[in-house]
DNA sequence: TTGACTAGAACGAATGTTCATTCTAGTCTG
DNA sequence: CAGACTAGAATGAACATTCGTTCTAGTCAA
């Protein structure tokens, strides 16, 4: 009630689209830290003013962008959920769609996974109890339900059911591996089955 | 010839053990920008004067730390190269040890692993290309020679065994998990040699 | 043994710069 | 013309780094 989270301002202006897709490259490219508002303002040809006027501070920029992300992740996975029934046929979807945020927009899933957002939002809490990865692991859970997963400690189950893909995004993303990430997806997606699988 | 890396002093006194040890913490606790250097004064008891006599700035102290970490995970790993014949053994030796320091040392593992160097190292290759990562590959890609992995891209396979593994010490720092993690040892190396082995 | 001399180490106040944020003034638009 | 919006100069605080000085311990000459 008396959180922070009602300050949001940040209706959908084209100046503040321009604010935080400039703040996403900036931030992902040199670090949230290396940003400074002036880099923001040349690279959103949007001045310090108007900034200040549509967001609360710098952290208020990063905060809208988190959201704003974390929201869509959240119902993208949710009409996966509504797409498919099975444990099985859900996982690989999480991790196709993962594989090919990542080619699409490497910005989007540096920020997402890769940011230590605690550093500068300080009442955030980590990546892993968001939403999203919440649903991840409800997936596997409902695998081992409905007989799918072997029965096992549920959190080691989602572990070894994403680890290798999150493995493999962040060594794309760190530029150590060359091909795009689907063309490795049934190679992993097997390894990633076959290691939970009744 | 003309790099930086000659700079570097910061020999083995106490002085800059203290420093480095406050550097560490004050780092994965509150992250390097926000570590001022008056903060590291107070945390270490050597004052700024003798910070720059031993190092040659903030960047310095990041990049003696890490170093330093990276050539003992680097022994580490040959240790149990040496002492282990199978990739088997040697994978699960990895895993054993990574999951202990990160009981011991948490503050170790979270600056090894899940810092973004890049941004305050600006010459600095991405973790998972240092020497201990890359040891971890070969671990795997000897395994998959001698018949023990199946074959697979290389990378590929790293991650499958790997991965699992890293995304529960992660989960552990973010203090997402509540028993050590090396409890769940057995199940999640069962998970990840089930995921290779041929 | 004493006293002069030296060099490295330690100190913390002073400096200059960077940067988030504020302010004042101006410009559209309904 | 009123209110939302834009602009960019001005402000002030925080910070990394420098500098002049003091301290400590070792060396050596007499």
Redesign the interface.
């Known amino acids: 009630m008396d959180t922070t989270a009602e300050t949001q301002r940040a209706r959908n202006t084209p100046a503040t689209e321009q604010v935080l897709g400039a703040a996403l490259n900036l931030f992902t490219e ?5 940003t400074s508002i002036p880099d923001i303002v040349k690279a959103s040809s949007v001045s310090t003013g108007s900034i200040y006027h549509y967001f609360s501070d710098k952290e208020g920029i990063a905060r809208s962008l988190y959201e704003t992300l974390v929201e869509r992740m959240e119902s993208n996975f949710s009409e996966i959920e509504a797409a498919h029934a099975t444990a099985h046929d859900r996982c690989r979807a999480v991790i196709a769609l993962l594989f090919e945020l990542t080619e699409q927009e490497p910005a989007v899933m540096r920020f997402m996974l ?3 957002h ?3 939002i300080p009442d955030q809490k ?1 990546v ?2 968001s939403r999203p990865f919440v649903q991840m692991r409800e997936m596997v859970v409902a695998g081992m339900q409905s007989g799918e997963v072997r029965e ?2 549920p ?3 989602a ?2 059911v ?7 995004i ?2 794309r993303l ?4 060359d091909a795009p990430l689907p063309d ?1 997806l049934d ?2 997606w097997q ?2 089955w ?3 699988a009744v």
């Open positions: 040199q670090g949230y830290f290396n890769f940011s230590r605690k550093e500068f980590p892993c109890s096992m400690t959190i080691v189950a572990s070894a994403f680890g290798g893909a999150l493995r493999l962040q060594l760190d530029g150590i591996l490795y190679e992993i390894c990633a076959r290691s939970v």
